[in-house]
């Protein structure tokens, strides 16, 4: 089964940035959507941001706008998302995600939604 790598997370102070990274294994085809998510300890896991190859597909939590961009190679079957102006509360395990069942982008933000998932990497934002 093709394998999805994070990388990027630390340590930083708000205000701060930090760029994560996420690589398949393999080529995964389809409609190329992936996306990140995050889960603090004992909370549910919740969309952060999600692309696919075509144009006006693209979705960022409400909590993130303005602040987070996500970005794709296709070529390398990566995945970016380049977080701006920490706060405290992005304190989370990040995770990528691949493998989109849905049709269209409407579950972008549903966990259920993709059929591939990263390790995660644990970003840590302090006052």
């Known amino acids: 089964q093709v394998q999805l790598v994070e990388s990027g997370g630390g340590s930083v102070q708000a205000g701060g940035s930090l760029t994560l990274s996420c690589t398949a294994s393999?080529?995964?085809?389809?409609?190329?959507?992936m996306g990140w998510f995050r889960q603090s300890a004992g909370k549910e896991r919740e969309g952060v941001a999600s692309?696919?190859?075509?144009?006006?597909?693209?979705y960022y939590a409400e909590s993130v706008v303005g602040r987070f961009r996500i970005s794709q190679d296709y070529a390398k079957n990566a995945v970016y998302l380049q977080m701006n102006s920490l706060k405290p509360e992005d304190t989370a395990t990040y995770y990528c995600?691949?493998?989109?069942?849905?049709?269209?982008?409407?579950?972008?933000?549903?966990?259920?939604?993709?059929?591939?998932w990263g390790r995660g990497t644990l970003v840590t934002v302090s006052e």
């Open positions: 692309s696919n190859k075509g144009h006006g597909s693209t």
């Open positions: 393999k080529y995964i085809g389809g409609s190329g959507r």
């Open positions: 995600a691949a493998g989109y069942l849905g049709t269209d982008g409407g579950g972008w933000n549903l966990p259920g939604s993709f059929s591939l």
